[in-house]
């Protein structure tokens, strides 16, 4: 447990960003399992729509460091491939 009062105010906003940042890494994994599921079904519009809301989730998660940009780079790119993949064997 910290001690000093300075330290007590760094575990409290240390708790709120923890609590936040999870939420918000929560959504961005939904938006991308929406893409993946909607490249599962023959909507191909549907998969179009999720990925450039994913595209842009991750670009604004890579901008506040939620995650890395390479890794938002790599998702964004292995999304991408799966529904050029999708729209290609239609």
Known sequence: ??????AKRALRKAERRRIKNKSERSALRTTV????????TTDQDAAK???QTAIKKLDQAA????????????????????????????
Do not use: C, F, Y
């Not at 447990?1 to 300075?6: G, K, Q, V």
């Not at 390479?70 to 290609?88: F, I």
């Open 1 to 6: 447990m910290p001690n000093t009062e300075s």
């Open 33 to 40: 399992k929406k893409v993946r599921v909607a490249v599962g």
């Open 49 to 51: 729509s999720a990925l």
């Open 63 to 90: 901008d506040k460091h939620l995650i890395h940009k390479n890794k938002a780079a790599r998702l964004k790119s292995r999304l991408t491939k799966k529904v050029n993949k999708q729209a290609a064997a239609s």
